[in-house]
């Protein structure tokens, strides 16, 4: 079973931009968390999707967003980008059924730099 | 407040030494899930292990093994024999009942000198 895909790997962007990060999640995995991993604050968490729905929302602006698909695939947006955006954003998919808590497995992850 | 605190920050042993990570994490949910991830340079968070709460049975697979104690709160994690290639950052991660949010935790730089 092929595993989180995130695409882009690497992204340079400047001050102002915006940025739309994508992720495929495993095969029959509904639920799809972002996280943010930066060197001062670790990993942090953005939100998480389920079935379309955001389910779940870390302590970020609002300039942090996400979507998924009905083949429950993600995107990340990152509007007016900030130097302190530059981080590793990682993806996870988890089965997350209605009950019961499910283990997340990670894509590889894209690295932004923000100039 | 920090739900999950890895005291080491980074651990340096000589290969085939026997390395403990530590994990402390605080709930008030009884139940609960913990997780151990490996991350190496490349970046991807590799799942290791989940544990939980309402087992307590240690486990061990290969070289790696687990001790979970509810009653000091800690989900320790043991390389036996360590290797260059268990060099890299160790994520002790929490997932309460309520919600499927992982916390967690600083992360615990391994380096394996050969």
């Known amino acids: 079973k092929a595993g989180v895909t995130q695409t882009p790997r690497y992204l340079i962007k400047t001050r102002g931009q915006q940025v739309t990060l994508s992720c495929s999640p495993i095969?029959?995995?509904?639920?799809v968390s972002w996280y943010q991993q930066t060197p001062g604050q670790g990993l942090q968490f953005l939100f998480e999707y389920f079935s379309e729905t955001q389910r779940n929302k870390g302590n970020f602006p609002g300039r942090f967003s996400g979507r998924q698909f009905s083949n429950s695939r993600s995107e990340m947006n990152v509007s007016t980008l900030e130097l302190g955006d530059s981080a590793l954003y990682l993806c996870?998919?988890?089965?997350?059924?209605?009950?019961?808590?499910?283990?997340?497995?990670f894509g590889p992850g894209t690295r932004l730099t923000v100039l | 407040a920090q739900k999950v605190t890895q005291a080491q920050t980074e651990i340096s042993v000589v290969e085939k030494e026997d390395v403990t990570l530590d994990c402390v994490y605080e709930?008030?949910?009884?139940?609960?899930?913990l997780f151990w991830y490996k991350q190496p340079p490349s970046g991807e968070l590799v799942f290791l292990i989940r544990?939980?709460?309402?087992?307590?049975q240690n486990e061990i697979s290969g070289r790696y093994s687990w001790n979970f104690q509810k009653s000091t709160s800690s989900f320790n994690f043991t390389i036996t024999a360590s290797q260059v290639v268990d060099s890299a950052v160790y994520f002790c991660a929490l997932s309460e009942e309520t919600g499927n949010q992982f916390y967690f935790g600083t992360g615990t730089s391994l380096t394996v000198i050969p």
């Open positions: 996870a998919s988890s089965l997350a059924l209605s009950s019961g808590h499910h283990t997340q497995y």
């Open positions: 544990r939980n709460s309402f087992d307590e």
């Open positions: 095969s029959g995995h509904r639920s």
């Open positions: 709930t008030r949910d009884t139940t609960y899930y």
